[in-house]
């Protein structure tokens, strides 16, 4: 059976309604209060980079409410905390620097969507207010915001993320050193989970 697919810009609007004036109009090219206020209140965003070579990504951001730093109505900064030093997204930077971030808040069903140019920076000055624990970031993410606005609930109303009765309970899915073991055969599923304990609670920063 053949597949349908939409492959023009004409098709794809011939499909969809046209969009409010309202969702039109609310995207704003700086950090307003209400933008200010929604990221001091973030925990967690996902940040979106251009791969290379048809490829794309998305990786997690988190840390306390308010680890994401406004220096100005145009400027972020988001430290890189300790991870798998892949490093994708930061090389995916190197190779261009547009990105999309995607802020969310416990409890409250918007998301606040932004999108700019990412630099990696490691100036002393910008790192210093990103401690931790006495720990800085090795860098940071200086991001020059080209757009901003908030996305309507829908997603995660039907989602209900939120919803603690829709919670699911962590036996329900084996463990990262079990999936890792049955997907690349020569991993010790015990071992890697005791370090993966271990690396959770002495290198978050």
Known sequence: MSETRITTIDALYSLYKQPTERAQRKEIHRLDQHCRDFIALSPFLVMGSD??????????????????????????????????NRLDSLRNIIRNPAVGLLFMVPGINETL??????????????????????????????????????????????????????????????TLGKVLADQLGDIDAEKTDQALDVAYKTTLY
């Open 113 to 174: 969507r932004i999108n700019g140019n990412a630099v990696i920076t490691t100036d002393p000055a910008l790192l210093a207010p990103l401690a931790v624990n006495g720990k800085l970031p090795l860098s940071a993410l200086k991001i020059e915001v080209t757009s901003a606005y908030l996305h309507c609930a829908k997603a995660l109303i039907r989602s209900k993320l939120w919803d603690p009765d829709t919670k699911v309970e962590r036996s329900v899915y084996p």
């Open 51 to 84: 791969g290379g070579n048809g490829t794309a990504d998305a990786s997690p951001r988190g840390d306390a409410p308010g680890f994401v730093k406004v220096l100005d109505e145009t400027t972020l900064l988001i430290p890189d905390r300790p991870g798998n």
